[in-house]
T-cell receptor
Framework: EAGVAQSPRYKIIEKRQSVAFWCNPISGHATLYWYQQILGQGPKLLIQFQNNGVVDDSQLPKDRFSAERLKGVDSTLKIQPAKLEDSAVYLC????????????FGEGSRLTVL | EDKVVQSPLSLVVHEGDTVTLNCSYEVTNFRSLLWYKQEKKAPTFLFMLTSSGIEKKSGRLSSILDKKELFSILNITATQTGDSAVYLCAVSAGNMLTFGGGTRLMVKP
């Protein structure tokens, strides 16, 4: 079974530039999550989708971050304009249902903002 | 706001030692508690706990949940260098999964 795919694996940009990350979840998984993990900290949920609807985006900095999952399958997370404090690993995860079961994580996209 | 706190923040032990990692939580509408191991890449699943007092075991790792006192422990016996990682605790409440800050374990030969 293919796992959660993410790209790019690494990205270096300068502040005020924009960046986009892509995620393809495990086939059949209805729930998709984007987490931000800053070095030395646990993952922090940015946004959670159930199919193509948003379940929670309360911690997404909406002035600069946006995410979509138009057809209920793959998803993109965009940052525009980036700030230095956005340097982190962006983890995408998927699960069959909401909240109770195991999450399957992708390898992550490491962003460095200079 | 849901809260998950792990302790200690970091731990250094020698091979063969036994370690206990702690996770306490304050959440609304608790559903389950999950433990993950994170090496250099993505977190990998270890255990999911939903009932108090029932130990989950996998090889040298075991975990138990106390829903009255709102905590869980993860035990690793006869530690090996390959156990070096960050161990993450996450609590599922409502439709949300909230992670703790992790415990960084280093096992020295």
């Amino acid at each position: 079974e293919a796992g959660v795919a993410q790209s790019p694996r690494y990205k270096i940009i300068e502040k005020r530039q924009s960046v986009a990350f892509w995620c393809n979840p495990i086939s059949g998984h209805a729930t998709l999550y984007w987490y931000q993990q800053i070095l030395g900290q646990g993952p922090k949920l940015l946004i959670q989708f159930q199919n193509n609807g948003v379940v929670d985006d309360s911690q997404l900095p909406k002035d600069r971050f946006s995410a979509e999952r138009l057809k209920g399958v793959d998803s993109t997370l965009k940052i525009q304009p980036a700030k230095l404090e956005d340097s982190a690993v962006y983890l995408c995860a998927s699960s069959l249902g909401q909240g109770i079961g195991e999450l399957f994580f992708g390898e992550g996209s490491r962003l460095t903002v200079l | 706001e849901d809260k998950v706190v792990q302790s200690p923040l970091s731990l250094v032990v020698h091979e063969g030692d036994t370690v206990t990692l702690n996770c306490s939580y304050e959440v609304t509408n608790f559903r389950s508690l999950l433990w993950y191991k994170q090496e250099k890449k993505a977190p990998t699943f270890l255990f999911m706990l939903t009932s108090s007092g029932i130990e989950k075991k996998s090889g040298r790792l075991s975990s138990i949940l106390d829903k009255k006192e709102l905590f869980s422990i993860l035990n690793i016996t006869a530690t090996q260098t390959g156990d070096s990682a960050v161990y993450l605790c996450a609590v599922s409440a409502g439709n949300m999964l909230t992670f703790g800050g992790g415990t960084r374990l280093m096992v020295k030969p």
